[in-house]
C-alpha cells in the first residue's frame, strides 16, 4: 500500500478505538524499517512574517529557513490562531481554534489536560518525545491537570543532543525545538554590532522611518538571525546521524513581532507567520504554495504523517494534500481564506476590568476583515489606570518604538502613527491588501465596499458558528473571567 493509501484508511487502526473509547491500545510495530518518521518542530517567540530571507527580505539572514523552504515547501499564507503567545501555542497543540479551549484562549492561562495534544498522542504510537525551552505556554500548566506530565513530552535542558541520547534504539522521535528569541528585551545596539546595516532595514508603512525605530527592528532582526543559527545546528546533527531526509521538519514563529500594531493585534503583522517545510524525498521541493493555513492544521498534520488517526474534535485540516502534491501556488482551491483572533492578552484595560479585546479576522488573498466586539475598549491596553501593573499600552510590549510613538505623540507628524497603534478602533474594519499591505486605510464604511463587507463578515460569522465560538453563539463574556495565571500584582 502507497503512503497516499495507507495515510487514507488510517483511520481504522486501533489507535481509532482508543480514541473513541476503549482502552486497549495495539503498539505499532517500530521494528518495521520507516515505519514512523521523525518530526523536528522548530518554534520561534515573536518571529513574523516576512522576515526571512525566502520571503524576500535582503537584511535579516536567515541562511537554515531558507534551506527548508528550497528543498521544501514554503507558505506564503500561514496564520497563528492568535497574536499571543499562549493561545497560539494552545491551538497548535489541540488543533483546535483557541476560542474553542475555554481558559486556553488566553494568555497566562492553562490547557485542559482531558483535551487530546499531538505530542503526546504521537508518545501513545511509540514517539520518543520531548523539547527544549519555550514550547508551551507562558502560564500554569498544572491548573489544567498536568500535574506529573507536560503537553510536550520530556523536557531537556541541554537541548535536541541531549534528547538523542536518551532515544531508546530506531524509537521515532518529535522534538519542539523552542526558543525565546526573539522575544524583548533586546541589547540596544546588538543588530548594529553583529554587522545589521541598519539603513537598508524596511519599516513599515505604520511607523515613522527613523533611525531609533531602524536600530530597534535590527536588534530583532539579530535575534531571529541567533534563532536560525539553532535550527542550522540541529539539522546538521540530523544530517551527522543519517536522519535528515527521514524527518519531517517544520520551522515557523508563535506570533507577530513585538512591536506596535504587530504582535497581539489581528493586522497582518501580528498573525501572518513564516512557514517552511522539509521532508526529505517525501515531498517534492522547491516550491511556493500560497494555500492559506491555520496554527489549527499543524496538529493534523503531524499525527497523519506519522500514520495516527486525528481525533474528530480536531478543528483544522492536515496539510499533507497540499505537501504531498507536486504543484505550486494554490494547490487546495478550498483554501482561500484563514481565520483568527484574539481574546485576552493581558489584563490592560482601565482597572478593575480583566477585560481583554475581543476580535476576530478573516483574510483573503485580496482583503481582511475584522470584527472588534468591543470597540469601547483599548485595543493595545488602556493608556492610564489600567489593571496590569506594567504600564501605559500594556498589550504592546516595551521598546525603543514603543517609547518612540509615546514620546512624540503631541507631534503632528508623528500623532497619526500613534493612533495606528493606541487609539480605539470601530467595530468593523476592512483593507484592501494589494493596494494597502500595511492596512492603513479603513474602508468598512465606504459604500462601494458594501458588498464585500457583508460578504466577508457572513464568511466569518459562519465559521464562527460552526466551530462554537462563544463570541458567535453567546457566552463570550467568559473569556474576561478566567484567571489570569502570571504572578503579577494586578490593580485592583
Known sequence: MNRRSFLKYS???????AIQGCTAVEKPDLRRPAHRHNILFCMADDWGWPHAGAYGDAVVKTPTFDRLAAEGVLFEHAYASSPSCTPSRNALLTGQYHWQLKEGANLWS?????????????????????????????GNIKAGGYTDSHPCGIE???????????????????????????????????????????????????????????????DYYFEVQRFDADCGKAIKRLEEIGELDNTLIVMTGDNGIPFPRCKSNIYDMGVHEPLAIRWGSEIPGGR?????????????????????PVPQHMTGHSLLPTLLSTKQGRVDGKRDHVIFGKERHTPAQESPSMGGYPCRGIRTDRYLYIRNFEPDRWPAGAPSNATHPIGEFTDCDDGPTKTYLLDHRDDPK??????????????????????????????????????????????????????SDPRAIGGGERFDQYPYRSSYKLNK
Open 11 to 17: 483511520g481504522l487502526t486501533a489507535l481509532t478505538a
Open 110 to 138: 492553562t490547557l485542559d489536560v482531558h483535551i487530546p495534544v499531538f505530542p503526546l498522542l504521537l508518545k501513545e504510537a511509540g514517539y520518543h518525545v520531548g523539547w527544549w525551552r519555550k514550547c508551551w505556554g507562558p
Open 156 to 218: 531537556y535542558p541541554r537541548g535536541f543532543e541531549q534528547f538523542l541520547a536518551d532515544r531508546p534504539d530506531n524509537q521515532p522521535f518529535c522534538f519542539w525545538l523552542g526558543s525565546s528569541d526573539p522575544h524583548r528585551d533586546y541589547k540596544k545596539g546588538s543588530g548594529r554590532d553583529a554587522g545589521i546595516p541598519v539603513d537598508k532595514i524596511p519599516v513599515p508603512g505604520f511607523y515613522p522611518d527613523t533611525e531609533e525605530i531602524r536600530s530597534d527592528l535590527s
Open 288 to 308: 511556493r504554495v500560497t494555500d492559506f493555513m491555520s496554527f489549527a492544521d499543524l496538529a493534523p498534520t503531524f499525527l497523519e504523517a506519522a500514520h495516527i
Open 414 to 467: 508623528i500623532k497619526p502613527y500613534y493612533d495606528l497603534a493606541f487609539a480605539k478602533r470601530p467595530a468593523e474594519e476592512l483593507y484592501d491588501i494589494k493596494n494597502d499591505p500595511d492596512q492603513l486605510a479603513n474602508l468598512a464604511e465606504h459604500k462601494s465596499y458594501a458588498k464585500i463587507k457583508a460578504r466577508l463578515s457572513a464568511m466569518l460569522l459562519a465559521e464562527m458558528k460552526a466551530t
